[in-house]
């Protein structure tokens, strides 16, 4: 990963969730479980850090009390992913270290990605665990708890045929200042390397009046920056009678008094229209960043991948952006090593990074998934030619990035302040382009608020800079 950038919906990284809780653990009825506590980890893209959020906020309002630590938790939950086969496998390594844990009265608790793909399975597996549970069956949760908490040793929620997302009033979150919302739930493409159409199920998405209404809470709670989610967020369906269009949303998440920046991710190249670009153009709120995984450079591959979208067709978009009157970063993921890829269609992926030059880009090696028609395919990558291509990529990147960002030194952003380091007066935070900056200043409390920041140095993954009144 060329990491400017940290939205990937790929940060792999293990976080568990903080215990204090920030923002808005509302409280509910169902508060049956006085001493009760639960240690959740999460793995994956930030649909599950969202997913995750909501999944505290439930139990919170059943009494629980979070704790850092599954030593001293009643109830040990981990949110999986699936995406690639390392993901899933790191999930079945944290699970064995688990083992001794339920003959000592702990409950266990797969959900997520792993627990949709590999279902009742992970009872055989690993038959210490109690709880199976994928994202599109979290609106029972309370149920599935009270299961649980009746001494249920095999509770499961494993349906995906739903038409309904997974709303709570009890949602905590982990940022004081950017709040995740989820807006569509799923995904109705089909491409073939993809777990996400078989373990979140078919899209859904929220009404319109109801993101609103969060939105306006989240106003009312201190956020200023709201990140709007989902796997193909621009497919974004109003099931409400209002209909809005995704573009007609984001402008009225951003005409809501107290936000300062809206974001979304991920968009899907097809549905990614001038609407979209018009409505970045008008409301400056939108942050001038998008995120536009094109997967590949070659349309032999694309097509092979059911994209639904050729190179041509792809750099049309991308042409689409950079004619918008404010210029707006745009960054993408690349998988290499799809079977069958050529080093012919190798180096036409090559080319398109020269032809869009990124801001960044999240780059991956293909990694065979259950269920998908890719399994099927012959013409297997090895290991090691995937390595070799994803070093060069990633080379080629760097030095892209390395350029464009040296075009930053002494231009001026508006900075979220979101960090302080320990080093005395150094802040970080990013630009609504989504760069890091690291900066200077002699102010004392800059956490959550917006300073103007002058770059003064730029690397490949960051820029350098001072605060300037
Ligand atoms: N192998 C490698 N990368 C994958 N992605 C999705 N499925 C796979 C897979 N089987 C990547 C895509 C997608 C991102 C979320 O993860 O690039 O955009
Ligand atoms: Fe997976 Fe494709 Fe859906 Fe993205 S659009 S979640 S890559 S199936």
Not at 37 to 50: I, K, P, R, S, Y
Not at 354 to 382: G, Q, W
Request: hydrophobic share 35%.
């Amino acid at each position: 990963m060329a990491g400017t950038f940290d939205i990937s919906l790929d940060s792999l990284a293990r976080r568990s969730v903080a215990p204090e809780t920030v923002g808005t653990a509302g409280s509910s009825a169902g508060s049956s479980q006085n001493g009760a506590t639960f240690f959740l980890e999460t793995f994956g893209c930030q649909m599950n850090d969202h997913d995750s959020e909501k999944v505290a906020g439930v139990l919170l309002s059943r009494g629980y009390k979070q704790v850092e630590s599954p030593d001293t938790a009643s109830l040990i939950l981990y949110n999986t992913c699936s995406i690639r086969e390392k993901a899933a496998q790191k999930v079945f390594s944290r699970l064995g270290e688990y083992r001794t844990k339920q003959a000592a009265g702990q409950v266990i608790g797969v959900l997520g990605c792993v627990a949709q793909q590999e279902g009742e399975d992970i009872f055989e597996r690993a038959p210490w665990v109690s709880l199976v549970c994928g994202s599109a069956s979290y609106r029972k949760l309370p149920e599935l708890l009270a299961q649980v908490e009746a001494g249920n040793q095999r509770v499961t929620g494993l349906d995906t045929d739903t038409d309904e997302t997974f709303e709570t009033p009890v949602t905590r979150r982990d940022n004081p200042w950017r709040a995740y919302l989820t807006i569509i739930e799923g995904c109705d493409k089909a491409c073939a390397y993809c777990v996400v159409p078989f373990t979140r199920g078919p899209e859904r998405s929220r009404a319109s009046d109801s993101v609103l209404k969060e939105v306006r809470e989240l106003a009312e709670l201190g956020y200023s920056e709201v990140q709007l989610l989902g796997q193909t967020v621009n497919s974004y369906a109003d099931p409400s009678s209002r209909r809005m269009r995704f573009s007609e949303l984001l402008l009225a998440v951003a005409d809501v008094p107290g936000m300062r920046r809206v974001r979304f991710t991920t968009s899907h190249p097809r549905d990614f229209g001038e609407d979209i670009v018009a409505a970045l153009e008008r409301e400056p709120k939108l942050c001038n960043h998008v995120h536009l995984p094109v997967q590949s450079g070659s349309t032999r591959v694309l097509r092979e991948m059911v994209r639904t979208y050729t190179r041509e067709e792809y750099v049309e978009k991308i042409a689409m952006l950079r004619q918008a009157k404010r210029p707006i970063a745009i960054t993408t993921d690349i998988i290499v090593g799809f079977p069958g890829e050529t080093e012919a269609d190798f180096a036409e992926t090559l080319s398109l990074l020269e032809e869009v030059r990124y801001d960044s880009l999240f780059s991956f090696k293909y990694s065979p998934r259950p269920n998908t028609p890719s399994l099927a395919m012959p013409d297997a990558i090895s290991e090691e030619e995937k390595s070799r291509r994803l070093g060069i990529l990633q080379e080629k990147q760097r030095e892209i990035q390395s350029e464009r960002n040296a075009t930053l030194v002494n231009t001026k952003f508006d900075v979220l302040v979101s960090g302080k380091s320990r080093r005395e007066n150094q802040w970080s935070g990013h630009t609504s382009c989504h760069r890091v900056v690291n900066f200077t200043s002699q102010e004392r409390n800059l956490l959550g608020t917006y300073v103007r920041v002058q770059v003064i140095g730029a690397g490949a993954n960051s820029l350098v800079g001072e605060q300037v009144t």
